[in-house]
């Protein structure tokens, strides 16, 4: 069982094993409307990372950050400041596109759906942390029970309130959550929520992360996606734009992450 704070104090620990900010040089940063992003150049190469952008969070203060610093990866991504918090995600997933690079454990050459990568049949129930529309029909096609949990008000049409995972969440056979759990601090309650559950599965746009960062989290499988053309999705994203317009410059993948 993951505990209060196990997840990121094993993240951080991953991190400081792992990433190397004398690598890192940070080009260009933006809290956008719908994604936050930080482009690096890495070993002369651009590498694209996003994070859900929490425009309420952002209302309540002031900007805090003036520059994202390499070097202070961990204080970002365990920062109680929204701002921080996006920008680290972000700059941990640029750093993660790299780390995919190095290791040579995705195929690009096509996309790779999670409905199609994970073994579900018609007896399970399959739990949606975030209404992540497409998945969850094409979800919905294979299983006898669907439930989606969504705090979006603008979003929510059949779902439930996300409160309601601490009612349902062990009686999932399987877990999609949206990436932005790691921007909302709530991936600790979550997973422990829904531990009886065979698969958790980190989905979407800020799932960009190397499963070597998340070992050990009580997350088993990674659906996210690796971006090809950083410039085409950052002058979307400046235009307001959000997940299909990322998607038509990346790759989905799904890779499993070591226990």
Not at 25 to 49: F, P
Not at 148 to 158: G, Q, W
Not at 230 to 258: A, C, H, M, N, Q
Request: proline content about 4%; some cysteine; aromatic content about 10%.
């Amino acid at each position: 069982m993951v505990t209060l704070m196990a997840f990121y104090d094993r993240l951080v620990v991953n991190i400081k094993q792992l990433y190397d900010p004398s690598l890192v040089e940070v080009i260009d940063a933006c809290i956008c409307l719908r994604y936050t992003y930080v482009l690096t150049r890495i070993e002369r190469k651009g590498y694209l990372g996003l994070s859900h952008t929490f425009v309420d969070h952002l209302r309540r203060r002031g900007p805090s950050v003036t520059l994202v610093d390499p070097a202070r990866l961990t204080d970002y991504v365990l920062s109680r400041d929204p701002y921080e918090r996006q920008l680290g995600i972000a700059l941990l997933n640029a750093y993660s596109q790299y780390f995919y690079d190095k290791t040579g454990i995705i195929d690009l050459s096509g996309d790779v759906d999670a409905s199609d990568a994970l073994d579900i049949n018609d007896r399970d129930m399959v739990l949606f942390i975030g209404d992540i529309r497409p998945l969850v029909e094409r979800v919905r096609e294979r299983t006898r029970e669907v439930l989606i949990l969504e705090d979006d008000l603008c979003r929510r049409s059949d779902s439930l309130p996300g409160t309601y995972v601490s009612l349902i969440g062990n009686r999932a056979d399987i877990v999609f959550i949206t990436g932005s759990a790691l921007v909302n601090g709530s991936l600790d309650y979550v997973v422990g929520m829904t531990r009886r559950a065979r698969e958790k599965v980190l989905v979407g746009p800020t799932a960009q992360l190397h499963p070597s960062f998340l070992k050990g989290t009580g997350i088993t499988r990674i659906a996210g996606c690796y971006v090809f053309d950083p410039e085409k999705v950052i002058g979307g994203l400046k235009l307001g734009y959000g997940t299909r317009w990322i998607l038509r410059y990346s790759r989905k993948f799904v890779v499993d992450v070591p226990g």
